[in-house]
Nanobody, 124 residues
Framework: QEQLVESGGGLVQAGGSLRLSCAASGLTFSNIDMGWFRQAPGKEREFVAY????????YYADSVKGRFTISRDNAKNTVYLQMHSLKPEDTAVYYCACKARVGPTMVPSQYDYWGQGTPVTVSS
């Protein structure tokens, strides 16, 4: 059974850092692209970062560029989101998702499987 499980969320002060992890199972992890999305209360789910199956191509939302880094370890079936210089507006539930390796996309509906999400709260 395909499964993605996020971890690492929590409460952090503005300017702080967090690292999110997403462990995959039931998937050929080295053959899929991964993405991170987030959804704040009352808002639509939005793209945060993308990494291709090999880990050599990444894309970021403008709002997180230079502060967040997506990476993956195919030997551990895990994708990471390192977040630095966090701001209150980064507060959201963060989700990882996967899709076939057909190229980068920021569109949530083009991802096939989703995790349950991990909450991140940034206090001012």
């Amino acid at each position: 059974q395909e499964q993605l499980v996020e971890s690492g969320g929590g409460l952090v002060q503005a300017g702080g850092s967090l690292r999110l992890s997403c462990a995959a199972s039931g998937l050929t992890f080295s053959n899929i692209d991964m993405g991170w999305f987030r959804q704040a209360p009352g808002k639509e789910r939005e793209f945060v970062a993308y990494i291709n199956w090999r880990g050599d191509s990444t894309y970021y939302a403008d709002s997180v560029k230079g502060r967040f880094t997506i990476s993956r370890d195919n030997a551990k079936n895990t994708v990471y989101l390192q977040m630095h210089s966090l701001k209150p507006e980064d507060t959201a539930v963060y989700y990882c998702a996967c899709k076939a390796r057909v190229g980068p996309t920021m569109v949530p509906s083009q991802y096939d499987y989703w995790g349950q999400g991990t909450p991140v709260t940034v206090s001012s």
